[in-house]
């Protein structure tokens, strides 16, 4: 990567006419020049919202699967935050002036090329956040939005805890104890990370030393999928491969035990004095159960 400095008065002049900022043929750049409509902002505060949104791009794909979160969720929390008018809301993701997802996910491609951008953002944010320091308009959407990519590549660290949590049995069904071991493992190692960090987990360290990978807990997280995918709204579009696993989901369903689910926190759960559970024995062995699952 090559850093040029460029006087910010030419390079504005330059992208406003279309031109590629470093001198380089035009034809090669991306931009193609300004839509007059799109510079008439009435409100500044809808232009740091809809950037703020696109600025998501450092941390999440915006690929499939991710349209709902760049065109619907994420803008409609800060159009209901700031107040934004229809006609203040065009700069957004997938708006009359915002950009495409396909652009967004090679801004995206170019982070992960460039990782190193990345702990830098969000180290910089988690100081901000740490300094409980007032965030002026420009800069409150970047931080709303750093808010919300809590947990970001770890949805299904949450579906498990959920799982163990509200049915704890299942730690000792037989086909989900060698993943709940692995579970336990990174979660030991989990815990020496501060408090505020571990939910940037994944945009913090390097690919290789990510914890609670997928590929080493996919049983359990098709059984989690399985019980969280109707109300946990962020595990909705999870792809978590449930196809593959429906044999497994059924042997474990069957043992559910014949009382009532407790979706209580720890504390609720000792004030009630809830006695721990086994999983219900199956009714007959099945061919299945014998076979590897993975």
Excluded: C
């Excluded at 800060?78 to 801004?107: C, M, N, R, V, W």
């Amino acid at each position: 990567m090559h850093v040029k400095r460029i006087d910010p008065t030419k390079f504005i002049e330059l992208i406003s006419e279309g031109h590629h900022p470093n001198g380089q043929d035009d034809e090669e750049w991306a931009f193609t020049g300004v839509t007059v409509e799109s510079m008439s902002v009435p409100n500044p505060q809808s232009l740091y919202a809809a950037a703020a949104v696109a600025f998501m791009t450092y941390a999440k794909p915006a690929g499939e699967g991710a349209q709902n979160a760049y065109e619907v969720a994420r803008p409609n929390s800060l159009i209901g935050k700031y107040k934004l008018s229809e006609t203040e809301i065009a700069h957004f993701p997938g708006g009359e002036y915002g950009p495409d997802l396909e652009a967004l996910d090679q801004a995206n491609a170019g982070f992960g090329l460039f990782p190193q951008f990345r702990y830098l953002i969000t180290t910089f944010f988690i100081s901000l956040d740490r300094s409980k320091m007032f965030a002026p308009p420009n800069v409150d959407p970047f931080r709303t939005m750093f808010a919300l990519l809590k947990n970001v590549g770890m949805t299904h660290l949450g579906a498990i805890t959920a799982l163990v949590s509200s049915r704890p049995w299942t730690a000792k069904v037989p086909e989900l104890i060698p993943y709940y071991q692995v579970f336990v493992r990174d979660l030991t190692l989990f815990r020496v990370v501060p408090g505020d960090l571990r939910p940037y987990h994944r945009l913090l360290v390097d690919q290789s030393q990510f914890l609670f990978l997928t590929s080493e807990l996919r049983p359990l997280v098709a059984v989690a999928g399985h019980y969280y995918e109707e109300v946990e709204r962020t595990f909705k579009d999870y792809v978590y491969n449930k196809q593959r696993y429906e044999d497994l989901i059924k042997r474990v369903v069957a043992r559910d035990p014949d009382v009532p689910v407790n979706t209580g926190v720890a504390d609720l759960i000792n004030l009630l004095g809830i006695q721990d559970m086994d999983p219900k024995p199956l009714e007959a062995p099945t061919p299945e159960s014998s076979q590897n699952i993975l």
